[in-house]
């Protein structure tokens, strides 16, 4: 894992995050040579949307109701 002090992660952040961005690789910010912190890049969003599309199947009618309206309670009265 790449380690970098925390002077020289001050002077070059912007590109420290770029790297890590692209990279995906963390890196160790150390001061005086020990560990401080980590920079970790964040989680592969997923667009979800769609991610289904194509995979469902249609059994039968739609819009027909699956009973006749006469044996709905509901109507009844």
Not at 28 to 43: D, E, F, N, S, Y
Not at 69 to 77: A, I, N, R, Y
Request: hydrophobic share 40%.
């Amino acid at each position: 894992m790449r380690q970098i002090a925390a002077g020289q992660f001050k002077q070059t952040c912007l590109k420290l995050l770029e790297d890590v961005r692209e990279t995906r690789e963390p890196i160790v910010i150390t001061k005086r040579g020990v560990p401080v912190a980590q920079l970790v890049p964040l989680p592969v969003e997923s667009d979800w949307r769609g991610a289904m599309a194509g995979t469902g199947v249609i059994h039968g009618d739609l819009l027909t109701p699956a009973t006749d309206p006469e044996e709905w309670e509901v109507l009844g009265d």
